[in-house]
């Protein structure tokens, strides 16, 4: 299973990105949930956003109304950010997991399947 994460880049300040995490080696089911990490400069990784696959969706709750996480093309789950912000700055990661329940969504600990990160800055 491998995961490319991509669209990152430098924004400004209030701009908007979509960052894509397209899935190789595994054909999402319903038992599939994606998650959305990220690590900002010198800081430890922190959840994003999670869906499962045809299912729930759950937020960071500092990211709730400016993230969306999305299901895209087959094995593809896109990231939605608006009205960004220079904290967002971080590299940010897709990860995999199955049988992934709400309350666990949050935890890197059940995502088996990483990607290799794409970053993010935004800036003036």
């Known amino acids: 299973v491998q995961l490319q994460a991509s669209g990152g880049g430098l924004v400004r300040p209030g701009g908007s990105l979509r960052l894509s995490c397209e899935v190789s080696g595994r054909t999402f089911t319903t038992s599939d949930a994606l998650g959305w990490f990220r690590q900002p400069p010198g800081g430890e990784r922190e959840f994003v956003a999670a869906?499962?696959?045809?299912?729930?969706k759950t937020y960071a709750d500092s990211l709730k109304g400016r993230f969306t996480i999305a299901k895209g093309t087959q094995n593809t789950v896109s990231l939605q950010m608006n009205n960004l912000k220079s904290e967002d700055t971080a590299i940010y990661y897709c990860?995999?997991?199955?049988?992934?329940?709400?309350?666990?969504?949050?935890?890197?600990?059940?995502?088996?399947?990483w990607g290799q990160g794409t970053l993010v800055t935004v800036s003036s």
């Open positions: 869906m499962r696959w045809n299912g729930w």
């Open positions: 990860a995999t997991g199955r049988g992934l329940i709400l309350s666990s969504a949050s935890n890197e600990r059940n995502y088996g399947y």
